[in-house]
């Protein structure tokens, strides 16, 4: 028996479907109904929901590859600073993952199930290496920006769980009833609530010149000259 159904069409399936109904929602019985098939025949391409995370994984990476290196809109050209790429691959990062319901979640944690990662993680450590870097210190670099990103979008997408609608921000993080809760008891965490999620923009923005700050300060050419 083979499946009348392929693996691209049960990932490009789920994808469509998390925008509708979340991680939470999605479900290989899910899956199978809106492709007009039982459940069963999913599992002739993925063992569980975990497998089929993993696959749904590479499949946004795959695509926001070719979406920032086909098109550029934030990354720099061949000329830009280090600093301009390191920025440009984050902010398209959570730009691409902020276009899925759950995007964050779903990206952290899984597995990429080919090498489609490796070209251009192997240029952006070029880049980097190339203006002075060793290969450790562009390695960390990365990771760090990449991990705040990922973090940072997993909470903004609590805050503001569909995609596109910043209009329907879930009633826990109403800001107004947090400050009148904490009242005069915790003033500082009262107003607090207002500078970590009033303006997700902006604090993304703020955590990208911390952590540039940081690394210009402990890695790189510039570190070792002691600028």
């Known amino acids: 028996m083979v499946s009348r159904i392929d693996r691209k069409q049960v990932v490009t399936t789920a994808l469509r479907l998390l925008n509708e109904v979340g991680l939470d929602g999605l ?3 899910r899956i199978a109904n809106e492709l007009d098939v039982k459940a069963p ?3 002739w391409h993925f063992k569980n929901k975990q497998e089929l995370l993993d696959e749904m994984a590479t499949e946004m990476f795959r695509r926001m590859t070719a979406q ?3 098109h550029g809109a934030d990354g720099p050209g061949p000329d830009g600073t280090w600093q301009d790429l390191l920025l440009g691959a984050c902010r398209g990062l959570r730009r691409e993952l902020l276009g899925y319901r759950d995007g964050g979640k779903v ?3 899984t597995r990429m199930t080919d090498t489609s990662y490796a070209a251009p993680l192997d240029g952006f450590l070029r880049r ?3 203006a002075g870097f060793t290969l450790g210190e562009a390695a960390q670099a990365w990771w760090t920006a990449y991990n705040f990103t990922i973090g940072l979008v997993i909470e903004e997408q609590s805050v503001y769980p569909e995609p596109g609608r910043p209009e329907a921000r879930d009633p826990a993080y109403d800001l107004e009833r947090r400050e ?3 009242g005069d008891r915790y003033p500082l965490a009262a107003r607090a609530g207002r500078e970590m999620f009033a303006d997700l923009q902006g604090n993304f923005e703020a955590g990208l010149r911390i952590i540039l700050a940081g690394i210009e300060a402990t890695a790189g050419p510039g570190a070792r000259t002691g600028r």
């Open 27 to 29: 479900t290989l019985r």
């Open 180 to 182: 009148a809760d904490l």
């Open 68 to 70: 920032l290196m086909g």
């Open 107 to 109: 990206f952290s944690g």
């Open 41 to 43: 025949a999913l599992y």
């Open 128 to 130: 980097l290496t190339t």
